[in-house]
C-alpha cells in the first residue's frame, strides 16, 4: 500500500459525547477506513497517559478534586498533548483523530459548575480548533447502558444526572466545523456518513473511496455548518 504524503497541513478530527456515545469506536473505524484510503493516520486519545491524565483519571474514580483544581491538570495534560503529539502529527501532514477534545472539558466542567464559555476560551487560546468536530449524540439511559455492557464500573461522572447536563452542554455547542449525528445508529452508517462529511470538506482534494459515496442522505449539510472552515 502507498501512503500519500502531503506538503498541506495535516487535519484534525475531534469525535466527542458524553460517555457511551460510541467515540472511541468511531475513531478506530474512522482511523482504519483512512489508512485504508491510503492517508497517514494518528489516533490518540485524551486524557492523555501522562502524569497529569492519570491524575484526572484517579479523581474520576474518587471525586476527590475540585472542579477548578481538575481543569488546571485537564489543561496542563492539553498543552503537553498539543506540543508533543497533536502539532508534530499536523504539521507533518497527518490526519489526527483524537478520542475527546477540549469539549469534553467544557461539558463535564461545566456541570461542575464552572462557566463552558470560558473554559473554550482558555483552551482555545493553545489548542489548535478541529477540522471536523464529531458530535455522536446518545441519551444518557443509552449511554449507561453501553457503559454496564462493557463491563465497566461508572465512574462520578457517569451517573445519568451528570451525563443529561453534560449532553445540554454540548447541545449548545455552535461551530462551523461542527458535525452532529445520531450515535443510536449502526456503527458502520456513522462511520460512513463522518467519511461522507470529510471528503467534501476537509479532505476534498483528495479522491473519494468509494464507500464514501453510502450513506450521503443520512446527513444534513446544515448541521455541519461552513464544512472544513475553522471558526
Known sequence: MIVRKSDKQGVLIAIEGIDGAGKTTQAERLAVALTSAGHSVLRTKEPTDSKWGRQLRASAVSGRLNAADELELFLKDRQEHVRTVLKPAIDAGQIVIVDRYYFSTVAYQGVRG?????????????????????????????????????????????QEANLRAAGRIFAQLDLPYLMRIDGA?????????????????????????????QGRAMINSELFGLIGSKG
Open 114 to 158: 464552572l462557566d463552558p464559555q470560558e473554559i473554550l476560551s482558555r483552551n482555545e487560546v493553545f489548542a489548535p480548533k478541529p477540522d471536523l468536530l464529531v458530535l455522536l449524540e446518545v441519551d444518557a439511559k443509552v449511554g449507561l447502558q453501553r457503559i454496564r455492557l462493557r463491563g465497566d464500573k461508572a465512574n462520578t461522572f457517569e
Open 185 to 213: 445508529l449502526l456503527p458502520e452508517d456513522i462511520t460512513s456518513s463522518v467519511l461522507d462529511v470529510l471528503y467534501d470538506g476537509p479532505l476534498a482534494s483528495e479522491p473519494r473511496p468509494v464507500h464514501c459515496e
